[in-house]
């Protein structure tokens, strides 16, 4: 096992490097000369240079990257461009809310696919129609889905507030009246795609010999289903969510920038918006150490339940 | 009818459709996708079918045109995609030893990239044109072909024509052609009907997160976008355009799915 983690660590740990890398010669080497941006576009040449000098600006990239690397490592990001707050101090909050988003979208997910398709009852009521709801939940755009609802509950029913966010300090009801559509909108693609994998894999496990024999000894058929089904195709399930987060990452960048959520997502897109390339370049670094690390930690996880994926 | 057959059909609909629409957009579209006019924000009439934008202009026609940018940057992208996954794919299922190792890692490490965050890095980078647009969703796409055509090649290399055509003295390049591509192009052909349909799917998340076709092309995610403050007047301007992706993108899915 530590043979296995350590293959791993050796492989996944220089690719950080080499992505981030290229994210940071990519991204600094399009905006150009930093300096100029700062400073306007009437600065005087002069006063370029300086900056330029000042801040290295003008050393080699890999130089500027060690360097970049070096202050990340301590929480030091930078400074916007626009705001010119310290970038670390722009992530802190909108890191938080953005979790929370996908995690209760993915809790939901998993719990909603997994239990409505082992319902024996909503097999047989809905079991045709549900390939149809999971492909038109897997393929409708985040942006319509929201739209959509808060069309019909926010601006028609009148029932949730349009966008926006409230945190839990300022009232839990509130706090979850803003949450609802945003989750479900998130919620919409994991819960198709979570289905599509959970039926397959409980129709194969349907077949296999122990489930004949828990239905040959008389149980009935909900714990047949629950009780021994259930354990063994749920494990696929759990393989997906590390092998789609980075869907997930994207439907969270939209759907907060549907609703107004102060997430990251919103904080990439905005940055985007005005080549604030500091937060581009430190959204875009943890967003993809992020997605590498989860995907290394389900590989370990895998390979501690199965023994045959060491190899 | 099976329900693969019955998803199938939809599926081919829902396509034919779109594809009509934006073919007989210059004849269909009552107005000039971009003639701007006094009458603003107006809502559905026998008129304006889905009303007027922020500028007078109609959207129904806005919508039928912007069938147009979808249909040429989903199916090219989709072929760049192919053009750069597939033969990666070949490579990586037919090595063996070393090399086999580090092309799986490779596709794998792509794979998990957050595709739309790439898309929009690169996009705010090289700008969005349309021949960008097809490139940066090409280059986003390829992984998906590569692991497939891989796994794919690996069943098909152990079956005994494989090893015949070896055994005759068949060079790779040969075999991979003529014994095994004619295996695995169906799986091929219909993965790139699921590529058209997420490459249409990201175009306009891209454009409604403000990196589609400047203006004043019709792009469906832009129009949502644009449509959005204007929700409580006239909803049809965001939900109009975003159905129609929306519809688009589940046609494709569907008709990749149900061949596959």
Redesign the interface.
Known sequence: MTGFVLRRLA?VLP?IVV?TFL?FA??SG?VGSPAAMMLGTDASPEAIAELNRRFGFNDPVIVQYVRWVGGALRGDLGRSFSTQQPVADMIGPALPVTLELALWSIIFAVLASIGLNSLTWARRAIG?AT??VA??C???????LG??L??IFA?WLGWLP?TGWVPWSEGALLHLKHLILPVVTLFAFYFGSFTMVYRAEYRSVERQLFVRVAAAKGLSEGAVSFRHILPSAALPVVTYVG?S???L??GA??TE??FSIPGIGRL??SA??S?DYPV?LAV?CI??VG??LI?LLADIALAAINPQIRL | MTARRFRLSIGFTLVGMIALAGLLAPWLAPFDPNASGWNVLSGASERHWFGTDDLGRDVYSRVLHGAQVSLVVGPTAALVAALIGVPVGLLAGYARGRLNTFMVQVIDVFIALPGLVLALIITVMVGATMRNLVLVLGFVMWPEFARLVRGQVMSVRESLFVEAARAIGCRPARVLARHVWPNIMRTVAAQLAIAVSSAIFTAASLGFLGLGLPPPVADWGGMVQSGFDYLSINPLLSLAPGGAVALTVLGFYLVGRSVE
């Open positions: 492989w690719n992505l994210l990519g991204v399009w045709a390939t149809g492909i038109v897997i393929t409708i755009p985040n942006f319509m739209a959509s808060i069309y601006v349009t092998l987060l980075g869907q990452v994207g960048v939209v920038t549907v990439f897109v985007i918006g080549y581009i875009g967003v993809l997605v590498m995907n």
